[in-house]
């Protein structure tokens, strides 16, 4: 089975709205797919969590369970830490308070970028 894990850093919610797309993509395909958050992309979370015209896919998302993480390091860092962990999301500190890219590679996980 592929493996995908997608790691949203960029805090434009034009960007981000291609992560959601994707992820329900490849989850509709059959493909295994995380979503990762992470540096300015964790400010997106308290917009994101609020009713809008892509609430729907972000609800999408969280329903499915594909998002794997939210960097601590970086919510904190962008102030919504409060808010992300309010959403209920799983935070990732393994590698000095991100995620460990790392541990998707030895998963076998395909990792892309936006």
């Known amino acids: 089975m592929q493996k995908t894990v997608l790691v949203a850093f960029n805090g434009e919610m034009t960007c981000f709205v291609h992560v959601l797309l994707n992820a329900l993509d490849m989850a509709d395909k059959g493909i295994a797919v995380k979503v990762v958050i992470e540096g300015s992309a964790t400010k997106l979370i308290p917009d994101l969590a609020k009713e809008s015209g892509i609430s729907g896919l972000y609800k999408k998302i969280k329903e499915l369970k594909l998002i794997d993480c939210v960097c601590q390091a970086c919510a904190a860092k962008m102030g919504v830490l409060d808010a992300v962990t309010a959403e209920g999301l799983p935070l990732c500190a393994e ?6 890219l790392g541990r998707y590679q030895q998963e076998g996980y395909t990792i892309i970028t936006f």
């Open 95 to 100: 590698m000095k308070g991100h995620p460990s």
